[in-house]
């Protein structure tokens, strides 16, 4: 009988890799600076809501000090001096930051009509504050407990337990209608009614409230863009209980390094992974959020450019089956305080944010073009509404020489007789615009513009009221 051998057959992984044998020196040593540099990326990208906070934190100590009972207030309102993402010079805004590993419980004293919030140290809301709130803006006492209390938690408070020691406290107060313009004073001196104590101390023991006037100083609230990114992230994970963080998330901390309780010694090549991690992670996220999602949950209408930061998913990024990480990465780029009161249809309560970057041709909005944005009669807000333009790598307000680059409807502004608006942006006044309806942008550059509705009524839910796409009117 004739015929040969069959041909060796090897398993479809011995063919792939070099024959069935192990790399060699170089290209092993490759494949692990890239496994590293990948879990580099996703750990900043899952952690930026916790880095955006700490930032936050940072900038607040250095330049007010910190404790339970500093409550900066931006009592004339912030302007672009203040690099936070995306923060509203519309309401006077309290921000603190507080320590229940510290202090143990603590007890907060929130005045009535506050829209606010408390959230841990990964941003998931610990509970709003105000009308959609417990309080439904009364005003009361809320009980903050630590991760996985198990003392005695008395009646008589809105008691809720962080899943973080660190807790973010962050309230709005909303203006009156004064002379030509905002009156902040009411709303500051609402703010400043504000009360946070330990729950054991004893009055004669608690300290005085403080409340340092955050307006007109160049404060630096932004999260870190160099390696320092992640000695914070160690610094916050040593700091936080086992439970704060998933296993899984933890995995991808130890695949760079950080372990709670050990110590973070990366090498020369792992340092300069990092440093191209903390450059090209934010990059890949503005990459996102620049185009379309391919589900379009982004879009606010079918008929507009506007978009929405959640896309459609929960205040905690939950979509209908999954965690949106994206999303997630793209809205803490660029903004902080992810809350239900933000996202929840709530008629009359609540607060929403269409968003527009693109002009109604579809081109990016770019500070060398003029642009109006028109808004029909009727604006559907229960509140106030206003309109705010943004740098769009990180939220930080248009720093042009006019500095509060905003206008809401306390502003002495000209309305058209069907009672609709125009509003002008552009790096000069047009010369047949009113000043009060024109924002400065910066030249060259860049830029967002944000509506917000704080009390959105049924005409925006039903789309019956819609915005007008921004339109570039200079050739």
Do not use: C
């Not at 249809?345 to 269409?354: C, Q």
Request: charged share 25%; net charge negative; no cysteine.
């Amino acid at each position: 009988m004739g015929g040969g051998a069959l041909a060796q057959q090897s398993s479809p992984l011995v063919e792939q890799i070099n024959n069935g044998n192990w790399l060699s020196d170089e290209e092993n040593r490759e494949m692990l600076d890239e496994l590293y540099y990948t879990r580099a990326v996703h750990a900043y990208m899952s952690m930026l809501p916790a880095l955006n906070v700490i930032g936050m934190r940072d900038g607040s100590a250095a330049e007010f000090g910190n404790g339970y009972n500093v409550l900066p207030i931006w009592k004339d309102r912030m302007d672009s001096r203040a690099w936070v993402p995306t923060p509203n010079g519309d309401v006077i805004y309290s921000m603190s930051y507080l320590d229940l590993k510290e202090t143990g419980p603590l007890v907060v004293a929130a005045p009535p009509k506050v829209i606010g919030m408390f959230t841990d140290f990964f941003q998931r809301t610990i509970t709003d504050v105000g009308a959609i709130g417990p309080d439904r803006a009364r005003g009361g006492l809320y009980l903050l407990l630590p991760p996985n209390y198990t003392g005695h938690v008395p009646e008589g408070y809105f008691a809720f337990e962080s899943r973080t020691y660190n807790v973010f406290l962050f309230f709005r107060t909303v203006m009156a209608q004064g002379n030509g313009g905002p009156d902040p004073k009411p709303a500051v001196d609402l703010a400043m009614q504000t009360r946070i104590y330990p729950l054991w101390d004893t009055e004669k023991s608690i300290k005085p409230m403080e409340f340092p006037n955050g307006s007109g100083k160049s404060i630096n609230m932004m999260y870190p863009t160099d390696i320092s990114y992640f000695t914070k992230l160690k610094e916050f994970v040593d700091y936080e209980p086992y439970t704060a963080i998933s296993p899984e998330e933890r995995g991808v901390l130890a695949a760079i390094g950080i372990i709670k309780d050990k110590s973070f010694e990366p090498t020369a090549r792992q340092k300069e992974l990092l440093q191209k991690a903390v450059e090209r992670a934010p990059k890949m996220i503005l990459a996102l959020r620049r185009d379309d999602r391919a589900d379009k949950r982004n879009k606010y209408y079918n008929d507009r450019q506007y978009v929405r930061a959640w896309s459609a998913a929960t205040a905690e990024y939950m979509q209908e089956s999954y965690l949106d990480l994206n999303q997630r990465a793209s809205f803490f780029q660029y903004a902080y305080s992810s809350a239900p009161a933000m996202v929840m249809r709530t008629i009359n309560a609540g607060s929403k944010y269409p968003v527009a970057l693109r002009d109604k041709n579809g081109d990016i909005l770019n500070g060398s073009n003029t642009y109006k944005l028109h808004l029909p009669a009727g604006i559907p807000a229960a509140a106030f509404w206003a309109v705010t333009l943004y740098n769009v790598t990180d939220g930080t307000m248009v720093d042009a020489p006019q500095q509060l680059p905003s206008i809401n409807q306390y502003n002495d502004v000209a309305y058209e007789d069907d009672g609709g608006l125009s509003l002008y942006f552009g790096p000069a006044k047009p010369d047949d615009v009113p000043e009060s309806n024109w924002i400065q942008t910066v030249d060259g550059r860049d830029f967002l513009t944000v509506i917000r509705l704080y009390g959105a009524k049924t005409e925006f839910f039903d789309q019956t009221w819609k915005p007008d796409d921004v339109v570039k009117v200079n050739e």
